[in-house]
């Protein structure tokens, strides 16, 4: 089993930043994707971004320049930099890790007021 941990969310001003951390935890587990989810309320989830264990990252359109993905792998950990925040940031932001399975976390909340 895989369990991913996820922190960093809060409540920021538009205009700021913010940055989530997941960590992957578990026994002999392989990392081919980790990846950032978000669901903003009555929403479907959305890809945020991902990164590849060979450092491959992809960007939803809207985000890119704004968002960074990057990861620790020797930690196991991804982490999501959000930049120039706006109020439609707002949303439950999920960490998935695909390996021999698919895991989610929990989920942190961003919440950005105007």
């Known amino acids: 089993q895989v369990q991913l941990v996820e922190s960093g969310g809060g409540l920021v001003q538009a205009g700021g930043s913010l940055r989530l951390s997941c960590a992957a935890s578990?026994?002999?587990?392989?990392?081919?994707?980790m990846a950032w989810y978000r669901q903003a309320p009555g929403k479907q989830r959305e890809l945020v971004a991902a990164?590849?264990?060979?450092?491959?990252?992809n960007y939803a359109d809207s985000l890119k320049g704004r968002f960074t993905i990057s990861r620790d792998s020797a930690k196991n950990t991804v982490y999501l930099q959000m930049n120039n925040l706006k109020p439609e940031d707002t949303a439950v932001y999920y960490c998935?890790?695909?390996?021999?399975?698919?895991?989610w976390g929990k989920g942190t909340l961003v919440t950005v007021s105007s």
């Open positions: 998935f890790l695909a390996g021999d399975m698919y895991y």
């Open positions: 578990g026994s002999a587990f392989r990392i081919n994707v």
């Open positions: 990164i590849t264990g060979a450092g491959t990252t």
